[in-house]
């Protein structure tokens, strides 16, 4: 199997899944680069996963599904037009044409309804996780609480550290330059933006990354570490009183950033 991005918009990616000639897409807010993409390779849509509601998820949806009909899978209490298999925490998502199968988790915060779908390739954990978990980053806060997002966060921080992790936006550059504002000392954490760096030179996407390395550079996923209670301090004037504390001021300092 291998998992192709294709670019949307300004900085998505629409996730293609490809086994024989066979497809699975996510978040197509776009449905050309998906339909181009399907021609070129003379390959079937086996199904549709979806994330949450916004826009640049689902606008591509009713394109799609009237070129190529398939299941579209979705989050059971956001209301999205073409999804015809609601899902909810704890489902499973079974794509017997690829062969993969997806455990559903409900992630809240970013939206209301949000989901992530992890499963396993023939190689490692994956983790298609929309606007939740960005790397070195977190989505924004548009319908939950930072409670809810920190619990979110915290779940996905606890999947298998070599889960790769699929997000939907080509954020990294710019969540790096945060981070380091956040944690000032993390020579991990550095070492990864030159990384990043060379990649986006070269015009190559940063993603995907993994759960492993997310815990180690990410600061919505650190927010109990020392130097970013310290940084949050600093820039608020007031010192966090935990970690859902520090994450809602971290993120309140990173919209304005």
């Not at 945060?178 to 190559?204: M, S, T, W």
Request: hydrophobic letters at 40%; one cysteine or more.
């Amino acid at each position: 199997m291998h998992i192709i991005p294709l670019p949307a918009f300004r900085d998505n990616y629409i996730w293609l899944l490809r086994a024989g000639d066979r497809a699975l897409v996510v978040d197509p807010g776009d449905a050309g680069p998906v339909l181009d993409y399907l021609a070129a390779e003379g390959l079937r849509l086996a199904a549709i996963l979806v994330t949450h509601h916004h826009a640049d998820h689902v606008d591509g949806l009713a394109r799609l599904r009237q070129a190529c009909p398939a299941p579209v899978y979705g989050p059971f209490n956001e209301a999205i037009e073409g999804v015809d298999h609601p899902v909810g925490d704890g489902d499973t998502v079974d794509i017997a044409a690829l062969g993969l199968n997806f455990e559903v988790l409900e992630v809240p915060g970013h939206t209301a309804g949000h989901v992530a779908y992890f499963g396993r390739s023939s190689s490692q954990p994956i983790l298609f996780c929309g606007d939740t978990l960005f790397s070195a980053g977190c989505g924004r806060l548009f319908e939950g609480t930072p409670a809810q997002l920190a619990r979110s966060l915290s779940r996905l921080a606890a999947l298998p550290d070599d889960t790769a992790v699929y997000c939907t936006h080509e954020y990294t550059l710019s969540n790096l330059a945060f981070a380091r504002v956040a944690e000032p000392h993390n020579p991990e954490r550095d070492a990864y933006a030159e990384q990043c760096a060379a990649l986006h030179d070269a015009g190559r996407p940063t993603l995907p990354s993994s759960i492993g390395r997310e815990k180690a550079i990410n600061p919505f996923l650190r927010c109990d570490q020392p130097g970013i209670i310290e940084a949050v301090a600093s820039h608020t004037g007031q010192r966090p009183i935990d970690a859902v504390s520090c994450l809602a001021a971290l993120r309140e300092w990173k919209n304005v950033f």
